[in-house]
Nanobody
């Protein structure tokens, strides 16, 4: 089992920045990929960014050039730095990890609200 706790969400004006963090605990030895998803009201949950255990990243087209995902394996933490935020980035952001056994774990989510 892996437990995930997110932090760092909040309210920011358009054009501003936020960083969200996710700390993993439990069976952390088994973690491969870590990532962030988001879900806006009335919409499906969508991938924002992922990072492999080796540091390879991929991003949704809508956030490329504005968001940066990183991970600190020593701290069992994944970060999402969000710059040039837009109102359409407003959503609940969920941390996600995939372990070597193919199991997926989710955090409880953190709200990010971007005002225009």
């Amino acid at each position: 089992q892996v437990q995930l706790v997110e932090s760092g969400g909040g309210l920011v004006q358009a054009g501003g920045s936020l960083r969200v963090s996710c700390v993993a605990s439990g069976s952390i030895f088994s973690i491969n990929d870590m990532g962030w998803y988001r879900q806006a009201p009335g919409k499906q949950r969508e991938l924002v960014a992922r990072i492999s255990s080796g540091g390879l990243t991929n991003y949704a087209d809508s956030v490329k050039g504005r968001f940066t995902i990183s991970r600190d394996n020593a701290k069992n933490t994944v970060y999402l730095q969000m710059n040039s935020l837009k109102p359409e980035d407003t959503a609940v952001y969920y941390c996600n990890v995939l372990n070597r056994f193919g199991h997926t774990y989710w955090g409880q989510g953190t709200q990010v609200t971007v005002s225009s």
